[in-house]
């Protein structure tokens, strides 16, 4: 247990389906991420927020919206998605952005299956 | 850009004998952040130990202890005493300039 809750944990969506991606820190952290992860490639960096303000957008299609209304909760919204966004998303949160002296702790991620 | 390289996609070892998974990294920078994260059937990504550049003593954390090879731009871990529960993905991990990068990752089998 890290302290970073992510529900749900499957999802199984269709293309045409709108659904979202919730994560909770109870860490006090000020800085929450949205990562990708999928098979046999490196995590791939989506989303950063930084006390509430998005700091980092790694050119992330518009279909994925993230959504952070407080330090402590992040969403992250799905809209016709396609087949090759089936992936494990992982949501991390650190003490501030992304910095050496910070840890970043992880969620156990929501696997999403897009048919 | 920095890139992270984990040129071991899987790798076995024997309960109670030791491992090493390797990493290597690209950067023209100095100073910089190096950690391993585990990643265990359950899929919670777990910090395991972490490096700063500028520190030229290894770090260690029970089992795990890293050999960092500054001018390599080597970072490996060295898992001592492997157990049934060091089983997991392992993500090479390098910090610098506000951008983390991840390797594709090592799955790691400990055999009983």
Request: hydrophobic content about 30%.
């Amino acid at each position: 247990e890290t302290g970073v809750t992510q529900t749900p944990r499957h999802l199984v969506m269709g293309m045409t389906n709108k659904k979202s991606l919730k994560c909770e820190q109870h860490l006090g952290h000020n800085a929450m991420y949205w990562y990708k992860q999928s098979a046999k490639k490196p995590l791939e960096l989506m989303f950063v927020y930084n006390f509430k303000e998005q700091t980092e957008n790694n050119s992330v299609p518009s279909r994925f919206s993230p959504e952070c209304p407080n330090s402590s909760h992040l969403f992250l919204h799905l809209h016709t998605l396609q087949p090759e966004d089936s992936a494990l998303y992982l949501c991390a949160s650190s003490q501030e952005g992304h910095g050496p002296g910070n840890t970043i702790y992880f969620g156990e991620g929501s696997w999403l299956t897009v048919v | 850009a920095q890139t992270v390289t984990q040129s071991q996609p899987e790798m076995s070892v024997q309960e109670a004998e030791t491992v090493t998974l390797s990493c290597t990294y690209d950067t023209s920078e100095n100073n910089y952040y190096l950690f391993w994260y585990k990643q265990p059937p359950s899929r919670q990504m777990i910090l395991v130990i972490r490096q700063e550049a500028y520190k030229q003593q290894n770090a260690t954390e029970n089992r795990f202890s890293v050999n960092f090879q500054k001018a390599a731009k080597s970072f490996s871990l060295k898992i001592s005493d492997s157990q049934l529960g060091d089983t997991a993905m392992y993500f090479c991990a390098f910090y610098d300039n506000n951008d983390m990068r991840f390797g594709a990752g090592t799955r790691l089998t400990v055999k009983p």
